[in-house]
């Protein structure tokens, strides 16, 4: 089993929809969850963290649930300029770095 | 800016070539990361260091040796190079390996091609 496994995408939708992207892990004793960010041949940047209580900024939202070791990020009311890879990234071990996911792909157009 | 400068930026070798590529974070991180993207594959990381001591080495190859000097800067040494290793490398700094909700910090990475 792939340590950290989404979506394959791409995913394309018209501006205004509403997108989720999911996220499993392999290791139940995982303790920091995160979401980046790449656009096409840039470097990845941080979109938002993930808490356990789930978390919001703006028009994106973030949800955890440990028992079915599962990660989602939901984007309300797409913009053009979502269009980017989005990356679930997992620390698998305490004091071991972080995995990256291969990566779901959203293109938005108007 | 992210405060994690690469270079260069592009990198064309052949298989004999011996080349580096170099990496500075301004951001007082303690910890520093060389990854590997390739086309339609994850990031795959490549090594680590935390307070300049090598802490993870994921089976690279050998024709890939890291350096780093000090917590601010980070080498990767390349040769004899293979032209499967062609991708984007990026390097990545953090303020210490495995600390609850740590934040990488990505530099625009070099594309190297190896011919």
């Known amino acids: 089993r792939k340590e950290v496994e989404q979506d394959p995408g791409p995913f394309n939708v018209p501006e205004g929809a509403t997108v989720a992207f999911n996220c499993t892990y392999s290791?139940?004793?995982?303790?920091?969850f995160f979401w980046y960010r790449q656009d096409c041949r840039k470097e990845p940047k941080l979109l938002m963290s993930v808490y356990s209580s789930g978390n919001e900024d703006g028009r994106f939202t973030a949800q955890l649930n440990r028992a079915s070791q599962y990660s989602s990020l939901v984007i309300r009311d797409s913009k053009l300029s979502d269009s980017a890879t989005y990356l679930c990234v997992v620390n698998m071990q305490a004091g071991t770095a972080l995995i990256f996911g291969k990566g779901t792909t959203l293109s938005v157009s108007s | 800016e992210t405060g994690v400068t690469q270079t260069p930026r592009h990198l064309v070798m052949g298989m004999t070539n011996k080349k580096s590529l170099k990496c500075e974070q301004h951001?007082?991180?303690?910890?520093m990361y060389w990854y590997k993207q390739s086309a339609k594959k994850p990031l795959e990381l490549m090594f680590v260091y935390n307070f300049k001591e090598q802490t993870e080495n994921n089976s690279v190859p050998s024709r890939f040796s890291p350096e780093c000097p000090n917590s601010s800067h980070l080498f990767l040494h390349l040769h004899t190079l293979q032209p499967e290793d062609s991708a984007l490398y990026l390097c990545?700094?953090?303020?210490?390996?495995?600390?609850?909700?740590?934040?990488?910090?990505f530099g625009s990475g070099t594309q190297l091609s190896v011919l």
């Open positions: 290791n139940s004793a995982s303790q920091s």
């Open positions: 990545a700094s953090s303020h210490a390996v495995g600390e609850t909700n740590e934040k990488l910090f």
């Open positions: 951001l007082g991180h303690n910890a």
